[in-house]
């Protein structure tokens, strides 16, 4: 991981092998940003025309390298595009915390190799030092625990510059100021929980089983305080979770449910994030086609979501009390494996038709969500890759939103925004409640085709709790990047819904929520 440090120093007697700073969109051309005046002044004020000279405009994506000016130690600047400079007339305007995230990580992934950067981006405060900080560590990011020998290919590497960049020193930060200081603390734990949900869901299916996710979250809870609770498939069937069973029966590795239960002695709050961990979803005899299952490794990321967010909350030691719901099972077809036909009796006593066996998520979450409720936190929220229907109605960077309230769906939509992750409100219409009607148990696991994302929302809420604030958020779209990188985004897994649960952990600590 890339270490971070606050620096006061000033760029031309820096030693590092770039410099970076920020180029914005202004009415009449490029505009060096704020930051980088000692970069400017050494190109004689002429920055900005030198980099509309090699095609810069300040358009957010756009990276232009241009050497370092005489005098300067570092012998490479990295102009990174901020989009739309603010509005100059407004003193209030400032570059936005998502645009400098991107940034920086999109330069942090450029330097991959080098081994110290300076960045010297607008700040303006610590809210920017911690965009930046978790844009430098999140798109630093690479997975490469399987090329080759890990440890040998990691020595290449080093020797032939590929290794992530190393540090870096953001400059207009006070080393000693307690508010920076928080900043870059809370972009450490973030970032790297963040990246270690990347981990776990980049890791191939056969080395990520239920039980070796378990395992794992042990030993995170362990390191960090957290109380653990490990259901295998003999307390799962003691206990009656149809749903997780049903579905993890296909498969030689037996599913789990793990509770993990981050406590504040002062908090007097209590948030349940619950996450779809289906390690691998092969769609069970309602097998998916081929084209539709290379990337079904990501069926976890809900899981891997809610796990970092805990651990998150642990490392800040949030004011709140937080319990993540990890409903992990494989999904796969055998000769044990549920049928379409069968009926599941489900955790809460509700029996389900299974219909097709491909809609298991829902399985799997409706006994986790059951399980989440008997302790009547203040709110749930759930994160699932539940649906291709939510991928074709919001693309694949933005996650839908559903609630059984609606001041609840629009904080966490809000709560979202704020920290850079793409969301947008999905209703759930009681119409289509009809459509999951069964002939012979309380409800089918479909319903109609058209809508089918607030279908599996509407059947997710069947399995909370009267009376308790509940959201579900459908991150089939975002959780893992089938295109090239973009900011801070890797290709593969990406830890989507991880910041928006830390931060609705941290609202909730502030008394902001609900
Ligand atoms: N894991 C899939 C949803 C998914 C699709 C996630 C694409 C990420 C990318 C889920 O279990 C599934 O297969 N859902 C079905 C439900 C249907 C059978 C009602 C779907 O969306 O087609
Ligand atoms: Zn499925
Ligand atoms: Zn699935």
Do not use: D, I
């Given at each position: 991981m890339t270490a971070l440090t606050l620096s006061t120093a000033a760029a031309p007697g820096l030693r590092a092998d770039a410099i970076v700073i920020g180029v914005a969109k202004g009415a009449q051309g490029p505009v060096v940003a704020p930051g980088a005046e000692a970069v400017d002044k050494a190109y004689d004020g002429k920055l900005a025309g030198v980099l509309e000279t090699l095609?810069?405009?300040?358009?957010?994506g756009e990276l232009t390298k241009l050497p370092a000016p005489a005098?300067?130690?570092?012998p490479l600047v990295v102009a990174v595009g901020l989009g739309p400079a603010p509005d100059a007339e407004d003193e209030d305007a400032g570059y936005d915390a998502e645009a400098l995230r991107r940034a920086a990580g999109l330069a942090a992934r450029t330097l991959t190799g080098s081994r110290k950067a300076a960045f010297a981006l607008p700040v303006d405060g610590p809210g920017a030092i911690g965009a930046i900080g978790e844009g430098v560590l999140l798109g630093a990011y690479s997975f490469d625990a399987y090329k080759g020998n890990a440890q040998e290919a990691a020595n290449t590497k080093a020797k032939n510059g590929k290794?992530?960049?190393a540090e870096a020193a953001l400059l207009g930060g006070k080393p000693r100021d307690v508010a920076h200081k928080g900043a870059v603390v809370r972009a450490l734990a973030v970032a790297e929980e963040l990246n270690r949900a990347r981990d776990l869901i980049n890791m191939p299916p056969n080395d990520l089983t239920p039980a070796i996710f378990a395992g794992i979250a042990q030993a995170a809870a362990k390191e960090h305080g957290i109380k653990v609770q490990v259901l295998d498939d003999k307390a799962l069937a003691k206990g009656g979770y149809g749903g997780i069973l049903g579905v993890g029966?296909?498969?030689?590795a037996t599913p789990r449910l793990v509770k993990l239960s981050y406590k504040h002695p002062k908090a007097d709050k209590h948030l349940a994030f619950v996450g779809k961990g289906i390690t691998y979803d092969s769609g069970g005899i309602s097998l998916k086609p081929a084209g539709h299952n290379e990337t079904m490794k990501c069926d976890m990321s809900g899981a891997a979501a809610v796990f970092a967010a805990v651990v998150a909350a642990a490392r800040l030691g949030l004011e709140v009390n937080v319990t993540g719901w990890l409903a992990l099972a494989e999904n796969m077809p055998s000769g044990s494996a549920v049928r379409p036909g069968d009926v599941l009796r489900m955790y809460s006593g509700k029996t389900v038709e299974v219909l097709n066996t491909d809609a298991e998520g829902r399985l799997v979450l409706a006994d986790a969500l059951w399980a989440a409720s008997q302790e009547t936190p203040d709110a749930i929220v759930d994160v699932a890759t539940l649906t291709g229907a939510m991928m074709l109605a919001l693309g694949s960077r933005t996650f839908g939103v559903m609630a059984n309230d609606d001041a609840f769906r629009s904080a966490v939509h809000e709560a979202a925004e704020e920290v850079g992750e793409p969301a947008w409100p999905m209703p759930l219409p009681e119409h289509l409640r009809k459509g999951m009607e069964s002939q012979v148990a309380d409800l089918a696991n479909m319903g109609e085709r058209m809508g089918g994302g607030l279908v599996a929302g509407l059947f997710l809420r069947e399995f909370v709790g009267d009376g308790i604030t509940w959201a579900h958020l459908d991150i089939a779209g975002p959780a893992f990047n089938e295109g090239g990188p973009f900011g801070y985004t890797p290709k593969g897994g990406t830890g989507s819904a991880v910041r928006t649960l830390v931060r609705l952990a941290e609202l909730t600590a502030a008394g902001d929520l609900g």
């Open positions: 095609g810069a405009s300040g358009a957010e005098g300067f130690k570092a290794a992530p960049l029966g296909g498969s030689a």
